[in-house]
């Protein structure tokens, strides 16, 4: 079958990095996106990886290991308005996105 | 360019009536993608379509949901004779279209739907 796994909720303090994790098992495999979502609003495009290495946009990163079936985010200089769900999804061989539950992060003044 | 538009964004309907969601795409956007998701949950996906054709809805329950793309006019998804675990955030993206590389999907306000 196809899983995304990601953690339930993370907590950090503002200022600082975090990193969340996702694995991913797919039939096939065309790419890795991350969404930012807040509470009560839509999905809003982050990154999208398809070859190994470290992706940079500014204090957001992301990161994709293909022979692992690995990706994270890595998020610096935390702000408050990070706070947010971010959901990783992995685009399968028949192109359509295979989404995990989204990762909570709490960020604490 | 405006971007993915749903509505409304609330609906409230009792049990048993009928619920209509609306989505219109993106512009030059000819693929259109209807989830559901619950409080605390992660996005579910329900149905692919492009206009006037159904491409997947593996995830559409069998009984009492439908969606269409007209040719015109944007995509609904219909909910008959709603119950209250149809209560949720149903969101609608678009992607220009699909083909051998990434194609973001972005995604509409949602409609939130809550059953009484």
């Known amino acids: 079958g196809q899983n995304i796994d990601q953690p339930t909720e993370m907590t950090a303090t503002e200022g600082a990095i975090v990193q969340i994790n996702c694995t991913y098992q797919t039939s096939g495999f065309n790419g890795l996106f991350w969404y930012q979502q807040h509470a009560g609003e839509a999905p809003t495009f982050l990154s999208y990886n398809v070859l190994d290495g470290l992706e940079e946009k500014g204090r957001f990163s992301s990161f994709l290991s293909r022979s692992k079936g690995y990706s994270y985010l890595l998020l610096k200089e935390l702000q408050m308005k990070d706070s947010a769900s971010y959901l990783c999804?992995?685009?399968?061989?028949?192109?359509?996105?295979?989404w995990g539950a989204g990762t909570k992060l709490i960020i604490k003044p | 360019n405006a971007g993915v538009m749903q509505n409304p964004r609330h609906l409230v309907r009792r049990r048993g009536q009928e619920a209509r969601l609306r989505c219109s795409p993106m512009?030059?956007?000819?693929?259109v993608y209807w989830y559901r998701q619950l409080p605390e949950e992660g996005l579910k996906f329900m149905v692919y379509?492009?206009?006037?054709?159904?491409?997947?809805e593996s995830g559409m329950p069998k009984e009492r949901f439908s969606a269409e793309f007209p040719k015109e006019g944007p995509s609904i998804l219909r909910i008959q004779q709603v119950v209250r675990g149809d209560s949720a955030a149903y969101f609608c993206?678009?992607?220009?279209?699909?083909?051998?590389?990434?194609?973001?999907?972005?995604f509409g306000p949602g409609t939130r739907l809550l059953v009484l």
């Open positions: 993206a678009s992607s220009p279209q699909q083909g051998k590389y990434q194609e973001t999907q972005y």
């Open positions: 379509l492009q206009k006037e054709n159904i491409i997947d």
């Open positions: 512009k030059g956007h000819s693929h």
């Open positions: 999804a992995a685009l399968d061989s028949n192109y359509q996105l295979i």
